[in-house]
Protein backbone atom coordinates (compact mmCIF):
# COMPACT_ATOMS: atom_id res chain seq x y z
CA UNK A 1 0.00 0.00 0.00
CA UNK A 2 1.47 3.43 -0.86
CA UNK A 3 1.20 6.24 1.10
CA UNK A 4 1.29 9.71 -0.06
CA UNK A 5 2.17 12.61 2.22
CA UNK A 6 1.74 16.38 1.89
CA UNK A 7 3.82 18.93 3.16
CA UNK A 8 1.32 21.78 2.66
CA UNK A 9 -2.15 20.92 2.07
CA UNK A 10 -4.19 24.34 0.88
CA UNK A 11 -5.21 24.45 -2.49
CA UNK A 12 -2.77 22.24 -4.51
CA UNK A 13 -1.71 19.90 -2.24
CA UNK A 14 -5.43 19.48 -0.92
CA UNK A 15 -6.44 19.03 -4.38
CA UNK A 16 -3.88 16.05 -4.65
CA UNK A 17 -4.93 14.35 -1.31
CA UNK A 18 -8.36 14.13 -2.65
CA UNK A 19 -7.60 12.77 -5.84
CA UNK A 20 -5.38 10.31 -4.36
CA UNK A 21 -8.17 9.41 -1.75
CA UNK A 22 -10.35 8.78 -4.85
CA UNK A 23 -7.53 6.49 -6.54
CA UNK A 24 -7.58 4.30 -2.88
CA UNK A 25 -4.11 6.10 -1.39
CA UNK A 26 -3.76 6.57 1.98
CA UNK A 27 -3.09 10.15 2.92
CA UNK A 28 -0.98 12.05 5.65
CA UNK A 29 -1.56 15.67 5.83
CA UNK A 30 0.07 18.33 7.26
CA UNK A 31 0.44 22.70 7.19
CA UNK A 32 2.78 25.02 9.15
CA UNK A 33 -0.46 25.31 11.93
CA UNK A 34 -0.57 22.11 13.40
CA UNK A 35 -2.90 18.46 12.47
CA UNK A 36 -5.62 19.64 14.41
CA UNK A 37 -6.02 22.49 11.47
CA UNK A 38 -6.47 19.85 9.26
CA UNK A 39 -9.84 18.05 10.79
CA UNK A 40 -11.94 19.46 8.55
CA UNK A 41 -9.87 18.49 5.12
CA UNK A 42 -9.72 15.11 7.24
CA UNK A 43 -13.07 14.61 8.12
CA UNK A 44 -14.01 15.19 4.31
CA UNK A 45 -11.45 12.82 3.02
CA UNK A 46 -12.25 9.86 5.26
CA UNK A 47 -10.57 6.93 6.96
CA UNK A 48 -7.67 6.57 3.78
CA UNK A 49 -6.58 10.57 5.95
CA UNK A 50 -4.94 11.75 8.55
CA UNK A 51 -3.36 14.40 9.63
CA UNK A 52 0.40 14.80 11.21
CA UNK A 53 3.43 17.18 11.53
CA UNK A 54 5.23 17.88 8.25
CA UNK A 55 8.26 15.65 10.24
CA UNK A 56 5.77 12.96 10.63
CA UNK A 57 3.86 13.14 7.67
CA UNK A 58 7.53 12.94 5.62
CA UNK A 59 8.35 9.76 7.32
CA UNK A 60 5.50 8.60 6.68
CA UNK A 61 4.85 9.07 3.21
CA UNK A 62 6.12 6.50 0.13
CA UNK A 63 5.48 9.73 -2.02
CA UNK A 64 5.80 13.22 -0.78
CA UNK A 65 4.18 16.10 -2.38
CA UNK A 66 6.38 19.38 -1.19
CA UNK A 67 3.40 22.37 -2.01
CA UNK A 68 4.25 25.40 0.22
CA UNK A 69 5.03 29.39 -0.53
CA UNK A 70 8.10 28.50 -1.91
CA UNK A 71 10.09 30.98 0.34
CA UNK A 72 9.08 28.56 2.89
CA UNK A 73 11.09 25.42 1.13
CA UNK A 74 14.36 25.51 3.90
CA UNK A 75 11.17 24.42 6.49
CA UNK A 76 10.69 21.01 4.47
CA UNK A 77 12.11 17.99 6.83
CA UNK A 78 15.63 16.94 5.09
CA UNK A 79 16.27 13.34 7.37
CA UNK A 80 12.86 11.53 6.83
CA UNK A 81 12.63 12.48 3.15
CA UNK A 82 16.18 10.80 2.45
CA UNK A 83 15.58 8.42 -0.77
CA UNK A 84 12.22 9.44 -1.13
CA UNK A 85 10.78 11.04 -4.26
CA UNK A 86 9.49 14.44 -3.55
CA UNK A 87 6.88 15.73 -5.93
CA UNK A 88 7.82 19.30 -5.70
CA UNK A 89 4.30 21.58 -6.69
CA UNK A 90 6.36 24.71 -5.71
CA UNK A 91 6.23 28.06 -8.16
CA UNK A 92 8.53 31.13 -7.56
CA UNK A 93 6.40 34.73 -6.91
CA UNK A 94 9.21 37.34 -5.50
CA UNK A 95 6.33 39.25 -4.63
CA UNK A 96 4.56 37.05 -2.29
CA UNK A 97 8.25 34.74 -1.67
CA UNK A 98 10.59 37.86 -1.16
CA UNK A 99 13.75 37.61 -3.56
CA UNK A 100 16.27 34.60 -4.05
CA UNK A 101 18.87 35.59 -6.06
CA UNK A 102 19.60 31.84 -7.39
CA UNK A 103 16.42 32.59 -8.47
CA UNK A 104 16.79 35.51 -9.69
CA UNK A 105 19.30 35.52 -12.11
CA UNK A 106 18.71 32.14 -13.36
CA UNK A 107 21.22 30.26 -12.24
CA UNK A 108 19.04 27.60 -10.90
CA UNK A 109 15.40 26.50 -11.18
CA UNK A 110 13.24 26.77 -8.18
CA UNK A 111 13.05 23.09 -8.07
CA UNK A 112 16.87 22.71 -8.51
CA UNK A 113 16.72 24.91 -5.23
CA UNK A 114 14.52 22.06 -3.18
CA UNK A 115 16.98 19.73 -4.91
CA UNK A 116 19.52 21.20 -3.15
CA UNK A 117 18.19 21.50 0.61
CA UNK A 118 17.52 17.70 -0.26
CA UNK A 119 20.39 16.66 -1.68
CA UNK A 120 19.49 13.07 -0.50
CA UNK A 121 15.66 12.91 -2.28
CA UNK A 122 14.62 12.43 -5.73
CA UNK A 123 12.66 15.61 -6.80
CA UNK A 124 10.34 15.70 -9.16
CA UNK A 125 8.55 18.95 -10.59
CA UNK A 126 5.00 18.07 -10.87
CA UNK A 127 1.79 20.25 -10.63
CA UNK A 128 3.42 23.20 -11.01
CA UNK A 129 1.50 24.63 -14.23
CA UNK A 130 -2.46 23.75 -13.52
CA UNK A 131 -4.19 26.42 -11.45
CA UNK A 132 -5.99 23.88 -8.73
CA UNK A 133 -9.33 23.71 -9.55
CA UNK A 134 -8.48 22.43 -13.05
CA UNK A 135 -6.54 19.83 -11.45
CA UNK A 136 -9.50 19.08 -9.40
CA UNK A 137 -11.73 18.64 -12.60
CA UNK A 138 -9.58 17.32 -15.61
CA UNK A 139 -8.90 13.86 -14.11
CA UNK A 140 -9.86 11.26 -16.51
CA UNK A 141 -9.22 7.31 -16.72
CA UNK A 142 -6.41 5.92 -18.57
CA UNK A 143 -7.16 5.67 -22.25
CA UNK A 144 -9.79 8.49 -22.56
CA UNK A 145 -9.88 10.28 -25.46
CA UNK A 146 -9.73 13.64 -23.56
CA UNK A 147 -7.21 12.98 -21.20
CA UNK A 148 -4.96 15.93 -19.83
CA UNK A 149 -1.04 15.84 -19.74
CA UNK A 150 0.81 17.40 -16.93
CA UNK A 151 4.45 18.38 -17.41
CA UNK A 152 6.87 16.54 -14.75
CA UNK A 153 11.13 17.21 -14.55
CA UNK A 154 13.62 15.43 -12.79
CA UNK A 155 17.06 14.01 -12.30
CA UNK A 156 16.36 10.56 -11.20
CA UNK A 157 15.18 8.30 -14.14
CA UNK A 158 12.89 5.97 -11.17
CA UNK A 159 11.36 8.76 -9.11
CA UNK A 160 9.92 10.23 -12.62
CA UNK A 161 8.78 6.61 -13.90
CA UNK A 162 7.09 6.48 -9.86
CA UNK A 163 5.33 10.09 -10.80
CA UNK A 164 4.04 8.83 -13.86
CA UNK A 165 2.58 6.22 -12.54
CA UNK A 166 1.44 8.15 -9.61
CA UNK A 167 -0.35 10.67 -12.38
CA UNK A 168 -2.38 7.60 -14.13
CA UNK A 169 -3.44 6.38 -11.49
CA UNK A 170 -5.07 9.77 -10.54
CA UNK A 171 -6.32 10.70 -13.65
CA UNK A 172 -3.40 11.86 -16.02
CA UNK A 173 -0.84 11.26 -18.28
CA UNK A 174 2.64 12.98 -17.87
CA UNK A 175 4.82 14.68 -20.53
CA UNK A 176 9.01 14.36 -19.08
CA UNK A 177 10.27 17.98 -20.10
CA UNK A 178 13.79 16.47 -19.06
CA UNK A 179 15.94 17.24 -15.93
CA UNK A 180 15.07 19.95 -13.00
CA UNK A 181 17.32 22.57 -14.72
CA UNK A 182 14.62 22.72 -17.65
CA UNK A 183 12.02 23.18 -15.05
CA UNK A 184 11.85 26.41 -16.38
CA UNK A 185 9.96 25.41 -19.39
CA UNK A 186 6.70 25.32 -17.28
CA UNK A 187 7.00 27.94 -14.56
CA UNK A 188 5.26 31.05 -14.27
CA UNK A 189 5.15 33.28 -17.62
CA UNK A 190 5.77 30.56 -19.76
CA UNK A 191 3.06 28.90 -22.21
CA UNK A 192 1.93 25.89 -20.73
CA UNK A 193 1.73 27.48 -17.25
CA UNK A 194 -2.17 27.65 -16.83
CA UNK A 195 -3.09 28.75 -20.33
CA UNK A 196 -3.72 24.78 -21.94
CA UNK A 197 -5.96 24.25 -19.37
CA UNK A 198 -7.99 27.20 -19.52
CA UNK A 199 -8.39 26.54 -23.18
CA UNK A 200 -6.24 29.72 -23.27
CA UNK A 201 -8.90 32.18 -22.22
CA UNK A 202 -7.18 35.21 -20.59
CA UNK A 203 -9.20 34.69 -16.96
CA UNK A 204 -8.39 31.72 -15.70
CA UNK A 205 -10.02 31.45 -12.92
CA UNK A 206 -13.40 31.72 -14.61
CA UNK A 207 -12.80 29.03 -16.94
CA UNK A 208 -13.76 25.83 -15.88
CA UNK A 209 -10.80 23.90 -17.02
CA UNK A 210 -10.38 22.01 -20.78
CA UNK A 211 -8.52 19.26 -21.30
CA UNK A 212 -4.99 19.58 -22.75
CA UNK A 213 -3.18 16.41 -24.12
CA UNK A 214 0.61 15.60 -24.24
CA UNK A 215 0.58 17.09 -27.97
CA UNK A 216 -0.44 20.47 -26.84
CA UNK A 217 1.48 20.37 -23.73
CA UNK A 218 4.46 19.05 -25.63
CA UNK A 219 4.43 21.75 -28.08
CA UNK A 220 3.94 24.70 -25.25
CA UNK A 221 7.19 23.35 -24.00
CA UNK A 222 8.99 23.27 -27.31
CA UNK A 223 7.61 26.96 -27.70
CA UNK A 224 9.22 28.00 -24.28
CA UNK A 225 12.69 27.05 -25.80
CA UNK A 226 12.12 28.48 -29.08
CA UNK A 227 11.14 31.69 -27.07
CA UNK A 228 14.38 32.11 -24.67
N1 LIG B 1 -3.02 27.55 -6.21
C1 LIG B 1 -2.71 27.01 -7.40
O1 LIG B 1 -3.59 26.85 -8.28
C2 LIG B 1 -1.31 26.54 -7.66
C3 LIG B 1 -1.05 25.86 -8.86
C4 LIG B 1 0.22 25.34 -9.09
C5 LIG B 1 1.23 25.52 -8.18
N2 LIG B 1 0.99 26.23 -7.04
C6 LIG B 1 2.13 26.42 -6.10
O2 LIG B 1 2.01 25.39 -5.12
C7 LIG B 1 2.41 25.92 -3.84
C8 LIG B 1 1.20 25.82 -2.90
O3 LIG B 1 0.18 26.64 -3.44
P1 LIG B 1 -1.29 26.65 -2.81
O4 LIG B 1 -2.10 27.51 -3.70
O5 LIG B 1 -1.72 25.27 -2.51
O6 LIG B 1 -1.01 27.43 -1.45
P2 LIG B 1 -1.99 27.54 -0.18
O7 LIG B 1 -3.38 27.22 -0.54
O8 LIG B 1 -1.68 28.86 0.45
O9 LIG B 1 -1.45 26.38 0.78
C9 LIG B 1 -0.14 26.42 1.29
C10 LIG B 1 0.00 25.30 2.28
O10 LIG B 1 1.37 25.31 2.73
C11 LIG B 1 1.37 25.25 4.15
N3 LIG B 1 2.59 25.83 4.65
C12 LIG B 1 3.02 27.11 4.59
N4 LIG B 1 4.22 27.24 5.17
C13 LIG B 1 4.56 26.01 5.62
C14 LIG B 1 5.67 25.49 6.32
N5 LIG B 1 6.71 26.29 6.65
N6 LIG B 1 5.69 24.16 6.63
C15 LIG B 1 4.65 23.37 6.30
N7 LIG B 1 3.55 23.80 5.61
C16 LIG B 1 3.52 25.10 5.29
C17 LIG B 1 0.12 26.02 4.55
O11 LIG B 1 -0.22 25.68 5.87
P3 LIG B 1 -0.75 26.80 6.88
O12 LIG B 1 -2.02 27.30 6.29
O13 LIG B 1 -0.90 26.06 8.17
O14 LIG B 1 0.33 27.88 6.94
C18 LIG B 1 -0.86 25.47 3.53
O15 LIG B 1 -1.34 24.21 3.92
C19 LIG B 1 2.87 27.36 -4.08
O16 LIG B 1 4.28 27.37 -4.24
C20 LIG B 1 2.15 27.73 -5.38
O17 LIG B 1 2.85 28.74 -6.09
C21 LIG B 1 -0.26 26.73 -6.76
Known amino acids: ???????????????????????????????????ETLKD????????????????AAAAGDLVVVSIPLRAYRDVPVEPLAGKPVLDTNNYYPQRDGNLPQLDDGSVTSSELLQQHLPASKV??????????????????????????LPIAGDDAAAKETVTAFLDAIGYDATDAGPLAEGWRFQ????????????DQPNLSASPGVPAGAAKIRAGLDAATRQR
Do not use: C, Q, W
Not at 43 to 56: C, I
Not at 127 to 139: E, P, Q, S
Open 1 to 35: MTTIAFIGSGHIGGTVARLSVAAGYDVVLSNSRGP
Open 41 to 56: LVAELGPRARAATPAE
Open 124 to 149: VKVFNNIFFAHLGALHRPAGASDRTA
Open 188 to 199: PGTPVYGNPYAG
